[in-house]
C-alpha cells in the first residue's frame, strides 16, 4: 500500500507553488508564513487532497487572519510554546471534514470556528500575552464535538460572548478543563457544569509552576487547603484499598489535578 504524499518543511518561508492536488499531510516546522493573508489561505485551499496539517513554532504573528479552509482536512494540530514568537491577529478554522482538532499555545488573539459538522475530539488551550483581550466565537462551530479539552477562563469567555447563539454541546461526553489556580473560581466552574448537564466525564487541572516535590498522607479528619478558599470540600471514592494522598509534583506544571467520572 502506498504511503499518502506528505511534504515537510522545516526552517523557511511558503513556497511559490499554488496546486498541490495530491498533497494529504502536511507538516510545517519553523515556517514563517509571511504577512500575506490571501497568500496563505489560497495556499491550503489549493490543497484539495489534504487531509493533515501540522503547523510547529510557525512564524503566523504577521499575519491579521490566519484562514484554514480545507475541504477534506480531518486533522489539525497547532502549536506554539514560544511567546517571543508573538501571536497573529486571529485564526479562522472552517473544515466541514475535520474530526480532531488540537491549538495550543501562543497561537491567536481571537479565535474564530465555522462550519466543524464532523469535529468528535478538540484540544483549544490558547496562551496570550498579559492584558489581552479575546474576542472568539466557538458556537456552534463546536457544536458537534464529543471530547473537549480547554483553557477555563478562555471557555468562561467564549460562553459569556454567546448572547445571540446557544452555547450548548449536546453530544459533549468527556470535558477537560485546564486553569491556573488565579484564573479558577467556583462560580465560573458551576456555571459551565450548568450549561453541561450530560456530561460523562469531567476532569478539572489546576496547573502552576513549582519547584520540587512534597507529598502529604492524609489521615481521617485531616484537612488541608488546596490552592483556592473558594473549594469547601472534596470527597474521595475508591482507593483501592490504599490511603488517600494529596501529592504536588514539582518542576511540572500540574498542581493539582481532580477526576470526576459517573454513569
Not at 497561537?107 to 464532523?118: H, R, T, V
Not at 468562561?156 to 450548548?168: F, H, K, L, W
Request: one cysteine or more; aromatic letters at 12%.
Amino acid at each position: 500500500m502506498s504511503s499518502p504524499s506528505r511534504s515537510n518543511c522545516w526552517v523557511g518561508s511558503l513556497p511559490d507553488i499554488k496546486v498541490f492536488p495530491a498533497l494529504r499531510v502536511l507538516d510545517l516546522n519553523s515556517v514563517d508564513l509571511l504577512e500575506d493573508d490571501d497568500l496563505v489561505k489560497h495556499f491550503l485551499e489549493s490543497c484539495l487532497s489534504l487531509e493533515d496539517l501540522s503547523l510547529d513554532y510557525c512564524i503566523i504573528n504577521k499575519l491579521n487572519l490566519f484562514s484554514i479552509s480545507c475541504p477534506k482536512l480531518k486533522k489539525l494540530t497547532i502549536y506554539n510554546g514560544d511567546e517571543d514568537l508573538g501571536m497573529c491577529g486571529g485564526i479562522k478554522v472552517s473544515c466541514p471534514l475535520l474530526v480532531h482538532m488540537d491549538i495550543t499555545g501562543y497561537i491567536a488573539i481571537d479565535f474564530f470556528f465555522e462550519s466543524l459538522d464532523s469535529l468528535k475530539e478538540a484540544v483549544i488551550d490558547p496562551k496570550f500575552e498579559e492584558n489581552t483581550n479575546t474576542k472568539s466565537v466557538l458556537f456552534p462551530g463546536i457544536s458537534h464535538v464529543e471530547s473537549l479539552q480547554i483553557d477555563f477562563y478562555f471557555f468562561s469567555q467564549c460562553i459569556n460572548a454567546a448572547c445571540d447563539c446557544d452555547p450548548s454541546l449536546p453530544n459533549l461526553k468527556t470535558l477537560v478543563l485546564t486553569t491556573t489556580i488565579d484564573a479558577f473560581t467556583f462560580d465560573k466552574f458551576l456555571r459551565i457544569l450548568n450549561y453541561y448537564p450530560k456530561v460523562e466525564s469531567l476532569e478539572l487541572v489546576i496547573k502552576q509552576q513549582f519547584y520540587g516535590r512534597e507529598e502529604w498522607e492524609l489521615h481521617e479528619d485531616d484537612k488541608r487547603r488546596i490552592m483556592t478558599p473558594d473549594l469547601e470540600s472534596v470527597e474521595f471514592f475508591e482507593f483501592k484499598g490504599e490511603k488517600p494522598k494529596l501529592v504536588l509534583v514539582w518542576l511540572e506544571i500540574t498542581c493539582l489535578e481532580m477526576f470526576f467520572s459517573w454513569d
